[in-house]
């Protein structure tokens, strides 16, 4: 029983990282990414064994191309509720000008909402409604 845990947690910890760091073009302008975290609990006590997979989140993103327009899709889980996360379209006005609209992230400096790309916690954004900078923006923005 031992061994055929240790082998679960190698392949869930090479399957995780393939998963982590890809994005699958699935036509020439349609990509889609995302990730998975899990935790995997092996506890042996002497007397019984256990094991669980938990999940903590997942997030799957649809991402479109249409040369001067794309977009962007992100649905996210917390194993319970399934909720959107963003959806924005962005159009080149060129000279390095672009126009989003919809509902997207907002965020400042060295930082990332997602959990498996975030190397630091930041009190930057507080989550709740009165926070004076919001970290999800539902309009549009301008940006050079």
């Given amino acids: 029983m031992k061994a055929h845990a240790h082998l679960t947690a190698i ?9 982590v760091y890809s994005q699958v073009e699935l036509t020439d302008n349609v990509a889609i990414s995302g990730f998975v975290d899990a935790a995997y609990i092996s506890t042996d006590d002497g007397t019984t064994e256990s094991e669980t997979l938990g999940l903590e989140g997942a997030e799957v993103d649809f991402l479109f191309n249409l040369d001067t327009v794309s977009g962007e899709v992100h649905l996210q889980t917390d194993g319970t509720t399934l909720e959107l996360e963003q959806a924005f379209v962005t159009y080149d006005l060129g000279n390095g000008l672009t126009v989003t609209a919809g509902r997207y992230l907002s965020l400042l ?3 990332s909402d997602e959990t498996v790309t975030r190397y630091t916690r930041s009190r930057a954004y507080d989550y709740d409604s009165n926070s004076p900078i919001p970290l999800y923006n539902d309009g549009v923005k301008l940006e050079t």
């Fill in 11 to 19: 392949w869930a910890l090479l399957l995780g990282s393939a998963t």
């Fill in 109 to 111: 400096g060295f930082e």
